[in-house]
């Protein structure tokens, strides 16, 4: 797959003022000339060329403030500022470039002639103009003061960014910072704004994503508050740049879509073309080719008009993607030509390897190996000398594919296990587990051609071991950010390391990126400068030096922490060991080609080839779906029952051999499978038989569901420190709905829903079933919220923790482009009532009545099982190789054991059936897997509830 360049676009027009330091006496230029006398009011305005020196005086009284601009207009510029004794006390050089302003601000310690300098940046520099004024003079205050130490960390920060090395990266957003909190005090809020947009782009520039995310959403509200048109638009872009490298592309766009009206309308050439260029680029990643081609076409002209050569190839090389991937290939090729002899001549190293690896795909596509691997064999070595770790491992790939297809399977997955190295170390780097979740999914198309590859040699070379390797490849490709999450919800600070050894390992591990980044950066130019890139590498030793001492360290202090803060994927005989004989595991892989089966058993263990692609899985699974959700129309019920039985001969049949004697399925589902509950499977072709007297799934196996065997491993471990419930059943139901706020978080979400804003109808039986539910326990033992008391604050309050079943009857409401609006609604616009009334009467109402994932994550639960008896719970956005990431998850990372979770809006009458049965079961002693199929059998035997819709919805996530 070709891979498009981004233009970031970075540049901000900003006026950065000098600082007052003590250097070395500058001895004055010979090409220096008359010094002339600064006047307020009588602005000056030259023409300055490479090798002068204009130079002004200055009459200045002890105590006077002065500040001076400096307006460029087609020169870049440094300002000079000399005492009376002749010592250089600021010298400015703003990353302004050739327009914009340096302004020099000084407070007079002693009365005398003080001496301005100013003087082209490059000694060569073409002939440019520039004005300079003395825009105030006057006795000074205590402001001025606080404004020459705001302006003295902003010129410190500017000073430091410009030495591109990791450790003054750091210091700048430092300086940048305390610029901020300055400039904050002065009430100058686009000087803030423009501290802390620079904080946020270096903070990303280092991988420091969520920092940077941060900063930008800081430095954007002021530059709305002030009416910073340029700084908004340009904070716009970045954001969006930052989402689009993350793979939130919709984010991106959002951002993108906001900035470019904005540059259009103040006449920003560069930024538009650098907007619409990055607009292209994530649609081309979404698959948009043609709209991806619109954009590109807007940009290419106006980069050409003004001279952005660098611009200009980017935009070149992107359009050759575009039509690489919509099989254009003469095309693909005509634009990379026209690229590569740019980024050659302006000695962009990053631009020409990436091209050079896409002309490779290119040609392999084109069924030329042979040249494609010249292309990739020239781009290799770059990517390797300048450190682009994600190319490189790219260019593998492909190289892997090749050899793949001539047969040379053994050098094939040297390469790609190479490739998959450096993949999970940049995956290492990611911050936070979201954004490492979406950088696997982007990546897991190698993943996928790995296991296949290990298939293939497994049937070339049986009994090697390659059937294992591929099993765990499978596993390090599925749930790695929920498996993290588990550990680390399992190992407080309090039980584990002690806090500042985990700050140390943090921060360690962030410098070794930054440093990373910065040598990228450096060895990518035509010319990198040996002192700087020797300096780097030395820091990276350095860092990785001290990387290696903190996890001694804690190797040593904290052995259970070092075991659990970065699991690793298990092997299959880590599986076996927790499952019982009556036990079978099935774990499917479904690439863009091929359908795989992994079974455990105890005693066994085979990879399977399914005979189905995974396209018509897709189909299948589908047509099943759709056919359940005509509900009780028995006209649809033969197209339901011919697909349920395919999928059964397509999932399961040809797993039948090893799981005889078998009780309980575990699922770990791949794509589609996320929404197919495998109960509902028919697995006898009698399709004429009565509904009740179908052979469905249910009836030979209790079925429970995990996101990966790595995760079912991680739930099944002892935790010795895990507090057990001090009751049984705590029940959230009946929540009354008033009209909900547009504004309001419910209201977001109900129109991420339905597109308008509805009033949700109250749930008449749910109060019934959790009352029913609670009648099978002692009232000790149980604590209802029903009515208006089924409150998000009650959720909150920490009384789930002390309870082992915790249910919630209410609304759910899902949102997969923003999953962040995805949440239970609890009681929502009403009145405290009732025997809670007394007690919370004094307590203001704080919360908006919609339980979201993320305030979810941050509950703390023992719960054995959380049942969430609502609409589509178990559903969320899907994200390759994570499953389905939704409260699920949430919940999960918690601390509860299992989940029971929804697939399709449900009924409330037989939600209530359901739920009692189950509970009654698990009350029985039985385990919540066998308890959900019991309650399911009883619904089907008794006649009421025959439909799938019914009985089918919820299923079982966790340890069962």
Sequence with gaps: MNRMVWSLGMKMAIAF??????????????????????????????????????????????????????????????????????????????????????????????????????????????????????????????????????????????????????????????????????????????????????????????????????????????HRAVGNRQGEATTLTNIGAVYAALGERQKALEYLGQALPIFRAIGDRQGEATTLNNIGQVYSDLGERQKALEYFGQALPIRRAIGDRQGEATTLHNIGVAYSAL??????????????????????????????????????????????????????????????????????????????????????????EAALELIESLRAAAPGPELRATFLASKRDDYE??????????????????????????????????????????????????????????????????????????????????????????????????????????????????????????????????????????????????????????????????????????????????????????????????????????????????????????????????????????????????????????????????????????????EAERSKPEKTLVAYADPVYGEPDEASAVGKALRSMWGELRRLPRLPYSRQEVERIARLYPDAEVTLFLGTDAREENVKSGEPARYRFVHFAAHGVLNEKQPQYSGIVLTVGATRSGSSAARDQAKEVTEDGLLQVYEIFNLKLTADVVVLSACETGLGREVRGEGMVGLTRAFLYAGAQAVVVSLWKVADPATAEVMMRFYRQMKAGVGKAEALRRARLELLREGRYLHPFYWAPFVLVGGA
């Design 327 to 416: 099989g254009e290939r003469q095309k693909a090729l005509e634009y990379y030509g026209q690229a590569l002899p740019i980024f050659r001549a302006i000695g962009d190293r990053q631009g020409e390897a990436r091209t050079l690896s896409n002309i490779g795909a290119v040609y392999a596509a084109l069924g030329e190996n042979q040249k494609a691997l010249e292309y990739y064999g020239q781009a290799l070595p770059i990517f390797r000398a300048i450190g682009d770790r994600e190319w490189e491992a790219s260019a593998l790939g492909r190289i892997a594919r090749i050899e793949r297809d001539r047969g040379e399977l053994a050098q094939a997955r040297t390469r790609i």
């Design 449 to 718: 051609f790995y296991i296949d590859l290990l298939v293939q040699l497994d049937e070339r070379e049986p009994g090697r071991g390659h059937d294992r390797a591929a099993f765990q490849a499978s596993e390090r490709a599925r749930a790695r950010s929920l498996l993290e999450l588990l550990t680390e919800a399992r190992m407080e600070v309090r039980q584990g390391i002690a806090p500042e050894l985990k700050e140390r390992e943090r921060a360690v591990h962030a410098r070794i990126t930054g440093i990373q980044s910065q040598l990228l950066r450096v060895m990518s130019r035509a010319k990198p400068n040996p002192a700087e890139v020797a300096a780097l590498e030395e820091a990276l030793k350095r860092a990785d030096a001290e990387r290696e001492q903190v996890e001694l360290e804690i190797r040593r202090k904290h052995p259970r922490y070092a075991a659990l803060q970065y699991p690793v994927p298990v092997g299959v005989s880590a599986v076996q060991e927790v499952l019982d004989e009556q036990t079978a595991l099935l774990e499917y892989v479904l690439t863009r080609e091929r359908a795989l089966l992994f079974v455990i058993t105890r005693a066994d263990f085979r990879v399977l080839r399914l005979g189905a692609s995974p396209a018509t899985i897709r189909e299948r699974v589908e047509k099943l779906r759709a056919a359940i959700a005509e509900g009780p129309q028995w006209t649809a019920f033969s197209n339901y029952v011919l697909n349920a039985r395919w999928l059964y001969q397509d999932l399961i049949q040809p797993a039948e051999k090893w799981l005889a004697g078998k009780r309980k399925l575990i699922i770990v589902p791949d794509g589609i499978l996320h929404y197919l509950p495998f109960e509902v499977l028919v697995t006898k072709s009698e399709l004429t038989v009565e509904p009740r007297e179908l052979s469905y799934l249910v009836r030979d196996y209790a079925v429970g569901y995990v996101p990966s065997a790595s995760v079912l491993v991680e739930l099944s471990r002892p």
């Design 17 to 222: 003022v000098a600082i007052a330091v003590s250097v070395v006496s500058v001895r004055p230029s010979p090409q220096q000339a008359e010094p002339r006398d600064l006047i307020p009011t009588t602005p000056i305005e030259r023409e300055l060329r490479g090798g002068e020196v204009h130079v002004y005086r200055l009459a200045l009284e002890a105590g006077q403030y002065v500040r001076v601009v400096v307006a460029q207009r087609g020169i870049d510029v440094v300002v000079r500022l000399f005492g009376p004794d002749g010592r250089q006390i600021v010298e400015m050089d703003s990353p302004t470039g050739t327009h914009g302003e340096e302004s020099v601000a000084h407070v007079a310690e002693v009365a005398g002639t003080y001496r301005l300098e100013v003087a082209p940046l490059e000694k060569d520099a073409p002939p440019g103009r520039y004005e300079v004024r003395l825009e105030e003079l006057r006795p000074a205050i205590e402001q001025d003061r606080t404004r020459i130490a705001a302006d003295r960390a902003l010129a410190e920060a500017v000073l430091l960014y410009a030495q591109q090395t990791a450790d003054a990266l750091r210091k700048a957003i430092g300086k940048f910072e305390e610029a901020a909190r300055l400039y904050r005090a002065l009430d100058d809020r686009r000087k803030e704004a423009e501290s802390l947009h620079w904080a946020g782009f270096i903070s990303h520039l280092i991988g420091e994503t969520r920092k940077a995310l941060e900063y930008y959403g800081q430095a954007l509200a002021i």
